[in-house]
């Protein structure tokens, strides 16, 4: 596996308990989370497997893959409303950009869709395109913790 996956998949896994600990008390900023909580986990799980960390199993890679595409299709839904909280770690430029952040949802969506989970080195190759969408997506739109 080259060195940039690997290190993809380091961050996303420290990522998935950074995410988890800041949690909202507004509802619709509380979904968000919860929303980006599944998507973290989920690619922890790929991440795991493609890091040689966890064995590859198909199943679970397939279950992890359908978790992140499913979560992905209700990004824009989700973060639709302009509510605000003090743990939230979503910049305001997202509703000012609001096109843009819909096109970087996508692009995970898409990658997580593409992603073949029937043998090791396609969830490797795949993880290229998911943790490039996510870290795309955060490095404009998510303030750093």
């Known amino acids: ?15 998935a308990g950074v995410a988890i600990a800041a949690e909202a008390t507004d509802p619709t900023v509380k979904a968000r989370q919860e929303l980006m909580d599944t998507i973290a986990m989920n690619t922890g799980i790929l991440g795991k497997m493609a890091g040689g960390e966890n064995p590859f199993d198909a199943a679970a890679a397939e279950g992890a893959k359908a978790a992140i595409v499913a979560a992905s299709a209700e990004i824009a839904a ?15 430029d997202i509703w000012a ?12 969506n898409a990658a997580a869709a593409a992603m073949d989970t029937t043998t090791l080195e396609g969830v490797q190759a795949g993880m290229g395109g998911v943790g490039g969408a996510c870290k795309d997506c955060h490095t404009t739109y998510r303030i750093p913790s």
């Open 78 to 92: 989700k973060f639709e409303p302009q509510a605000s909280d003090p743990k939230s770690t979503s910049k305001e």
């Open 1 to 15: 596996m080259k060195l940039s996956t690997k290190v993809l998949v380091l961050g996303f896994t420290m990522m």
């Open 97 to 108: 950009n609001w096109d843009d952040f819909v096109k970087k949802g996508d692009a995970l």
